[in-house]
């Protein structure tokens, strides 16, 4: 894929570039969100001057507790779609998309979101554990470490297994809080629920997401992370989706220089849009 657009070096005076071999990122986040801050015009703009090809908006939707699902969808169709039209004059490809948290769980009121209205890209995330979200340091409280990190990786495989995603994202945001903690995290002990994940995305034809918001955290969950890339590899994997999950525009494409790093490590793809589905082994 060639860099299609001329970008202006003033634009990257905070030292945030786009590798040249990443050029999409297909998760993110704007005002239609409850946690998103810039709007869609926003966003895509500033992709467009960080050399990105191709990108997608994917709003949250949640049924949780009483959650409204994605109460502002329409508003989100029509803004992006005019964002759609706006930025393939300038060669930018804009897709519609949607995170939906645990939707095995609210299976009924995913599948009506997805019948109601035609979504480009659909993200599946387990955000639930034990009716706590994975963001709480509570899911992991007077509960047995690796039992937390194994019933973790199950739900995720039962995600895969029992709803139709185009991307299972940030399988790994279970480590992020565990190390926020302090808390250690030895694969190896894990071998048999992690490989069950992955082995479903493969088997599924599900994209597995390389999510990069917190991958300079330091302390550093990375040389794991490569473990379990390496096994999703032996799997049949042989591609990764890498998204930033920018909630704001100075976050889109953060990290994907150290992404580039792990897929160079782990001997992996990059996918495109096109391809989602198509680079794992079914």
Not at 16 to 40: K, R, V
Not at 251 to 267: H, K, P, S, V, Y
Request: hydrophobic share 40%; aromatic share 10%.
């Amino acid at each position: 894929m060639s860099l299609r657009h001329f970008v202006d070096p003033s634009l990257f005076l905070s030292k945030i570039m786009t590798p040249p071999s990443l050029l999409t990122d297909l998760h993110m986040h704007s005002i239609y969100s409850p946690d998103g801050h810039h709007t869609p015009d926003a966003m895509f703009q500033r992709g467009l001057e960080l050399g990105l090809e191709a990108m997608a908006i994917t709003e949250h939707a949640e049924w949780h507790k009483g959650d409204a699902g994605f109460p502002r969808v329409e508003e989100y169709f029509h803004a992006t779609l005019a964002c759609r039209t706006k930025f393939a004059q300038q060669g930018l490809g804009v897709y519609t998309g949607v995170e939906l948290g645990n939707p095995h769980i609210y299976a009924r009121q995913a599948y009506h979101l997805l019948d109601e209205f035609p979504f480009d890209i659909i993200i599946g995330s387990v955000h639930w554990l034990y009716d706590i979200n994975i963001h709480d340091t509570a899911v992991f409280r007077g509960r047995n470490l690796n039992e937390v990190y194994t019933d973790y990786f199950y739900e995720a495989s039962r995600l895969c297994e029992e709803f139709p995603i185009d991307i299972l994202a940030h399988f790994d945001r279970i480590l992020w809080r565990a190390t926020l903690l302090g808390l250690p995290f030895y694969p190896t002990q894990l071998e048999k629920p992690i490989r069950t994940m992955l082995s479903t995305v493969v088997r599924r034809g599900i994209s597995l997401e390389l999510n990069t918001r917190h991958l300079a955290m330091n302390p550093t969950w990375r040389e794991n992370l490569t473990t379990i890339l390496t096994w999703f590899k032996e799997e049949g994997g042989l591609g990764l989706v890498v998204n930033s999950d920018a909630h704001q525009t100075s976050q889109i494409t953060l990290n994907f220089d150290i992404a580039e790093t792990l897929l160079r490590q782990t001997g992996l793809l990059a996918i495109t849009p096109e391809k989602l589905g198509e680079v794992t082994l079914a």
